[in-house]
Protein backbone atom coordinates (compact mmCIF):
# COMPACT_ATOMS: atom_id res chain seq x y z
CA UNK A 1 0.00 0.00 0.00
CA UNK A 2 3.14 2.52 1.10
CA UNK A 3 5.26 1.81 -2.25
CA UNK A 4 3.30 2.94 -4.96
CA UNK A 5 2.32 6.44 -3.08
CA UNK A 6 6.11 6.84 -2.06
CA UNK A 7 7.56 6.03 -5.54
CA UNK A 8 7.65 9.69 -7.51
CA UNK A 9 4.66 9.92 -10.34
CA UNK A 10 5.98 9.47 -13.58
CA UNK A 11 6.14 13.82 -14.61
CA UNK A 12 7.84 14.37 -10.79
CA UNK A 13 10.56 11.37 -11.69
CA UNK A 14 11.10 12.65 -15.32
CA UNK A 15 11.48 16.52 -13.74
CA UNK A 16 13.68 15.39 -10.61
CA UNK A 17 16.18 13.21 -13.42
CA UNK A 18 16.06 16.55 -15.50
CA UNK A 19 17.09 18.67 -12.40
CA UNK A 20 20.02 15.84 -11.12
CA UNK A 21 21.56 14.96 -14.17
CA UNK A 22 24.70 16.73 -15.49
CA UNK A 23 23.39 18.53 -18.45
CA UNK A 24 20.22 19.67 -17.12
CA UNK A 25 19.42 23.08 -18.82
CA UNK A 26 15.98 24.88 -19.65
CA UNK A 27 15.73 22.97 -23.20
CA UNK A 28 15.18 19.42 -21.46
CA UNK A 29 12.61 20.51 -19.10
CA UNK A 30 10.78 21.79 -21.30
CA UNK A 31 10.92 18.96 -23.51
CA UNK A 32 10.08 16.86 -20.56
CA UNK A 33 7.02 19.61 -19.90
CA UNK A 34 5.70 19.25 -23.27
CA UNK A 35 4.92 15.55 -22.70
CA UNK A 36 2.36 16.23 -20.21
CA UNK A 37 -0.01 18.47 -21.01
CA UNK A 38 -2.08 18.34 -18.13
CA UNK A 39 0.81 19.32 -15.67
CA UNK A 40 2.18 22.19 -18.82
CA UNK A 41 -1.60 23.90 -18.40
CA UNK A 42 -0.94 23.90 -14.50
CA UNK A 43 2.48 25.40 -14.95
CA UNK A 44 1.30 28.00 -17.78
CA UNK A 45 -1.80 29.02 -14.93
CA UNK A 46 0.75 29.79 -12.75
CA UNK A 47 2.75 31.58 -14.54
CA UNK A 48 0.28 33.79 -15.88
CA UNK A 49 -1.25 34.59 -12.53
CA UNK A 50 2.59 35.19 -10.78
CA UNK A 51 3.39 37.40 -13.95
CA UNK A 52 -0.24 38.95 -14.66
CA UNK A 53 1.17 37.60 -18.93
CA UNK A 54 1.89 34.89 -20.56
CA UNK A 55 5.50 34.04 -20.69
CA UNK A 56 6.62 31.53 -23.19
CA UNK A 57 7.97 28.82 -21.14
CA UNK A 58 11.38 28.44 -21.52
CA UNK A 59 11.64 31.99 -20.53
CA UNK A 60 9.18 31.18 -17.70
CA UNK A 61 11.24 29.20 -15.83
CA UNK A 62 14.12 31.83 -15.67
CA UNK A 63 12.06 34.50 -14.08
CA UNK A 64 10.41 32.65 -11.87
CA UNK A 65 13.82 30.67 -11.15
CA UNK A 66 14.67 27.27 -11.82
CA UNK A 67 14.17 25.95 -8.19
CA UNK A 68 10.84 27.62 -7.66
CA UNK A 69 10.14 25.96 -11.04
CA UNK A 70 11.55 22.12 -9.81
CA UNK A 71 9.18 23.09 -6.49
CA UNK A 72 6.14 23.07 -8.62
CA UNK A 73 6.60 20.54 -11.14
CA UNK A 74 7.79 17.98 -8.66
CA UNK A 75 4.50 18.57 -6.59
CA UNK A 76 2.47 18.67 -9.59
CA UNK A 77 1.26 22.17 -8.91
CA UNK A 78 2.35 22.30 -5.17
CA UNK A 79 -0.88 19.09 -4.41
CA UNK A 80 1.44 17.67 -2.36
CA UNK A 81 3.12 19.11 0.72
CA UNK A 82 6.85 18.20 -0.42
CA UNK A 83 10.17 20.11 0.78
CA UNK A 84 11.09 20.52 4.09
CA UNK A 85 13.63 16.81 3.71
CA UNK A 86 14.23 17.60 0.17
CA UNK A 87 15.26 21.32 0.90
CA UNK A 88 17.63 20.50 3.69
CA UNK A 89 18.94 17.59 2.30
CA UNK A 90 20.19 20.22 -0.75
CA UNK A 91 21.54 22.95 1.69
CA UNK A 92 23.44 20.25 3.29
CA UNK A 93 24.90 18.44 0.38
CA UNK A 94 25.43 22.03 -1.41
CA UNK A 95 28.31 22.94 1.23
CA UNK A 96 30.32 19.82 0.37
CA UNK A 97 33.26 19.65 -2.30
CA UNK A 98 32.06 18.08 -5.98
CA UNK A 99 28.31 17.65 -4.71
CA UNK A 100 25.22 16.84 -6.56
CA UNK A 101 22.86 18.82 -4.75
CA UNK A 102 19.61 17.98 -6.84
CA UNK A 103 20.64 14.18 -6.55
CA UNK A 104 20.26 15.12 -2.38
CA UNK A 105 16.75 16.86 -3.37
CA UNK A 106 15.54 14.22 -4.54
CA UNK A 107 16.06 11.75 -2.21
CA UNK A 108 14.83 14.25 0.61
CA UNK A 109 11.64 14.16 -1.64
CA UNK A 110 11.49 10.65 -0.61
CA UNK A 111 11.15 11.46 3.23
CA UNK A 112 8.98 14.23 2.29
CA UNK A 113 6.49 11.87 0.56
CA UNK A 114 6.60 9.77 3.31
CA UNK A 115 5.47 12.59 5.81
CA UNK A 116 2.82 13.78 3.08
CA UNK A 117 1.37 10.18 3.82
CA UNK A 118 0.51 10.21 7.61
CA UNK A 119 -2.85 11.53 7.77
CA UNK A 120 -3.79 8.98 4.69
CA UNK A 121 -1.99 6.15 6.57
CA UNK A 122 -2.37 6.41 10.55
CA UNK A 123 -5.96 7.55 11.47
CA UNK A 124 -5.12 7.51 15.57
CA UNK A 125 -3.24 10.65 16.25
CA UNK A 126 -0.49 9.62 18.88
CA UNK A 127 0.10 6.70 16.53
CA UNK A 128 0.85 9.30 14.09
CA UNK A 129 3.06 11.53 15.90
CA UNK A 130 5.10 8.66 16.91
CA UNK A 131 5.37 7.99 13.15
CA UNK A 132 6.48 11.45 12.35
CA UNK A 133 8.90 11.77 15.14
CA UNK A 134 10.40 8.35 14.01
CA UNK A 135 10.65 9.90 10.94
CA UNK A 136 12.33 13.19 11.76
CA UNK A 137 14.66 10.81 13.52
CA UNK A 138 15.52 8.57 10.57
CA UNK A 139 16.06 11.50 8.39
CA UNK A 140 18.63 13.19 11.28
CA UNK A 141 20.41 10.22 11.15
CA UNK A 142 20.81 9.66 7.35
CA UNK A 143 21.69 13.38 6.81
CA UNK A 144 24.90 12.93 9.49
CA UNK A 145 25.53 9.72 7.34
CA UNK A 146 25.02 11.24 3.69
CA UNK A 147 27.79 13.55 4.61
CA UNK A 148 30.46 11.21 5.49
CA UNK A 149 29.32 8.74 3.00
CA UNK A 150 29.75 11.25 0.41
CA UNK A 151 33.18 11.86 1.97
CA UNK A 152 34.43 9.00 1.61
CA UNK A 153 33.15 8.19 -1.71
CA UNK A 154 34.77 10.97 -3.09
CA UNK A 155 38.22 9.51 -2.01
CA UNK A 156 37.68 6.68 -4.08
CA UNK A 157 38.49 6.59 -7.37
CA UNK A 158 36.18 5.19 -10.21
CA UNK A 159 33.95 4.06 -7.63
CA UNK A 160 30.53 3.51 -9.61
CA UNK A 161 27.75 5.24 -7.91
CA UNK A 162 29.70 7.70 -6.11
CA UNK A 163 27.51 10.61 -7.05
CA UNK A 164 24.56 8.55 -5.44
CA UNK A 165 26.65 8.09 -1.86
CA UNK A 166 25.12 11.26 -0.38
CA UNK A 167 21.69 10.29 -1.38
CA UNK A 168 22.25 6.07 -0.24
CA UNK A 169 22.97 7.82 3.07
CA UNK A 170 20.76 9.96 3.64
CA UNK A 171 18.10 7.05 2.19
CA UNK A 172 19.92 4.02 3.87
CA UNK A 173 17.35 3.08 7.10
CA UNK A 174 14.01 4.58 4.94
CA UNK A 175 12.96 1.05 5.55
CA UNK A 176 12.60 1.93 9.32
CA UNK A 177 9.98 4.72 8.25
CA UNK A 178 8.15 2.49 5.98
CA UNK A 179 8.11 -0.57 9.03
CA UNK A 180 6.85 2.25 11.02
CA UNK A 181 3.88 3.53 8.69
CA UNK A 182 2.68 -0.35 8.82
CA UNK A 183 3.07 -0.38 12.36
CA UNK A 184 3.70 2.76 14.24
CA UNK A 185 4.55 0.17 17.23
CA UNK A 186 8.00 -0.48 15.26
CA UNK A 187 9.40 2.86 17.33
CA UNK A 188 8.68 0.97 20.37
CA UNK A 189 10.54 -2.25 18.79
CA UNK A 190 13.43 -0.49 17.58
CA UNK A 191 13.82 1.25 21.11
CA UNK A 192 13.67 -1.84 22.95
CA UNK A 193 15.92 -3.89 20.97
CA UNK A 194 18.18 -0.62 20.78
CA UNK A 195 18.28 0.00 25.17
CA UNK A 196 18.84 -3.93 25.41
CA UNK A 197 21.88 -3.86 23.33
CA UNK A 198 21.34 -6.96 21.53
CA UNK A 199 23.93 -7.63 18.74
CA UNK A 200 23.08 -5.98 15.06
CA UNK A 201 22.63 -9.94 14.22
CA UNK A 202 19.80 -10.72 16.35
CA UNK A 203 18.07 -7.38 16.20
CA UNK A 204 17.74 -8.62 12.18
CA UNK A 205 16.93 -11.77 12.79
CA UNK A 206 13.97 -10.55 15.09
CA UNK A 207 12.40 -7.31 12.87
CA UNK A 208 12.62 -10.53 9.74
CA UNK A 209 10.31 -12.81 12.00
CA UNK A 210 8.23 -9.93 13.07
CA UNK A 211 7.35 -8.06 9.82
CA UNK A 212 8.51 -10.39 7.11
CA UNK A 213 11.59 -8.34 6.35
CA UNK A 214 14.16 -6.07 7.44
CA UNK A 215 14.42 -2.37 7.34
CA UNK A 216 17.11 -2.78 4.94
CA UNK A 217 14.97 -4.89 2.73
CA UNK A 218 12.65 -2.61 2.35
CA UNK A 219 14.30 0.64 1.86
CA UNK A 220 16.05 -1.42 -0.89
CA UNK A 221 12.88 -1.76 -2.06
CA UNK A 222 11.69 1.88 -1.66
CA UNK A 223 14.80 3.02 -3.72
CA UNK A 224 13.95 0.39 -6.38
CA UNK A 225 10.49 1.74 -6.90
CA UNK A 226 12.57 5.38 -7.70
CA UNK A 227 14.02 5.76 -11.27
CA UNK A 228 16.62 7.55 -9.59
CA UNK A 229 17.70 5.27 -6.99
CA UNK A 230 17.57 1.83 -8.38
CA UNK A 231 21.54 1.77 -8.71
CA UNK A 232 21.23 2.15 -4.60
CA UNK A 233 18.98 -0.60 -4.15
CA UNK A 234 21.57 -3.53 -3.75
CA UNK A 235 23.68 -1.16 -1.59
CA UNK A 236 20.97 -0.50 0.63
CA UNK A 237 19.52 -3.86 0.58
CA UNK A 238 23.22 -4.84 2.14
CA UNK A 239 24.30 -1.98 4.51
CA UNK A 240 24.46 -3.97 7.81
CA UNK A 241 25.95 -7.50 5.87
CA UNK A 242 28.40 -5.63 3.35
CA UNK A 243 30.33 -8.46 3.19
CA UNK A 244 27.85 -10.52 1.14
CA UNK A 245 28.75 -8.91 -1.58
CA UNK A 246 33.17 -9.20 -1.23
CA UNK A 247 32.32 -11.59 -4.11
CA UNK A 248 30.01 -9.44 -6.21
CA UNK A 249 31.28 -6.54 -8.08
CA UNK A 250 33.97 -3.90 -6.40
CA UNK A 251 31.72 -1.05 -6.34
CA UNK A 252 29.07 -2.73 -5.29
CA UNK A 253 30.85 -3.76 -2.19
CA UNK A 254 32.64 -0.42 -1.73
CA UNK A 255 29.23 1.12 -1.43
CA UNK A 256 27.39 -1.27 0.69
CA UNK A 257 30.75 -1.10 2.95
CA UNK A 258 30.67 2.92 3.20
CA UNK A 259 26.60 2.89 3.75
CA UNK A 260 27.77 0.37 6.85
CA UNK A 261 30.59 2.68 8.29
CA UNK A 262 28.33 5.92 7.68
CA UNK A 263 25.55 4.53 9.75
CA UNK A 264 27.65 3.28 12.43
CA UNK A 265 29.85 6.59 12.43
CA UNK A 266 26.50 8.47 12.78
CA UNK A 267 25.14 6.16 15.39
CA UNK A 268 28.08 6.44 17.65
CA UNK A 269 28.23 10.11 16.28
CA UNK A 270 31.83 10.72 18.01
CA UNK A 271 35.48 12.44 17.34
CA UNK A 272 38.55 10.17 16.54
CA UNK A 273 41.56 11.22 17.68
CA UNK A 274 43.87 9.57 14.97
CA UNK A 275 44.50 6.66 12.34
CA UNK A 276 44.79 4.01 15.85
CA UNK A 277 42.25 5.17 17.32
CA UNK A 278 39.84 2.36 18.56
CA UNK A 279 36.44 3.65 17.56
CA UNK A 280 38.02 2.96 13.79
CA UNK A 281 37.55 -0.81 14.92
CA UNK A 282 33.95 0.27 16.06
CA UNK A 283 32.86 1.84 13.03
CA UNK A 284 33.98 -1.11 10.96
CA UNK A 285 32.07 -3.46 13.65
CA UNK A 286 31.74 -7.13 13.03
CA UNK A 287 30.61 -6.27 9.40
CA UNK A 288 33.67 -5.36 7.57
CA UNK A 289 36.09 -6.43 10.34
CA UNK A 290 39.27 -7.57 8.62
CA UNK A 291 38.78 -5.57 5.60
CA UNK A 292 41.56 -3.42 5.23
CA UNK A 293 42.08 0.07 2.54
CA UNK A 294 43.21 -1.55 -0.15
CA UNK A 295 39.63 -3.46 -0.43
CA UNK A 296 37.29 -0.80 1.20
CA UNK A 297 39.05 2.04 -1.05
CA UNK A 298 39.52 4.44 2.09
CA UNK A 299 42.01 5.06 4.74
CA UNK A 300 41.97 5.10 8.62
CA UNK A 301 42.63 8.74 8.01
CA UNK A 302 39.67 9.45 5.98
CA UNK A 303 37.52 8.35 8.57
CA UNK A 304 39.38 10.30 11.22
CA UNK A 305 38.40 13.40 9.02
CA UNK A 306 34.96 12.47 8.28
CA UNK A 307 34.50 11.91 11.86
CA UNK A 308 31.70 14.43 13.70
CA UNK A 309 32.23 15.70 17.06
CA UNK A 310 29.07 14.84 19.39
CA UNK A 311 26.49 17.10 18.86
FE1 LIG B 1 20.18 0.21 9.13
FE1 LIG C 1 21.73 3.52 10.04
Not at 189 to 194: N, Q, T
Request: aromatic share 6%; hydrophobic share 45%; glycine share 8%.
Amino acid sequence: MILPEVAPAPSAAAVLEVFASLDSDVDRLNERLARNPALGERWDRHVEKARSAEVPRRQAFVLLGMENTRDFLVTGGGKAAYGRAAQTAREVLSKEKDSAPELAYAAGVIFDAFAAGAARWIAEPIERKTYLTELDRVAAHGLQAARVAHGLARGISGLSGARLAFAGGLLHDVGKVALTALDPGYAEFRKHAEEKALSRRIRQFAEAERYGLTHAELGSLVCAAHPLFAPLARAVRFHHDPHLLRGDDRSAFRLAAILSVASNMARLNKKAENDKDPLIAEWKGPELKGEDAASLGFQAKALVKLSAPPV
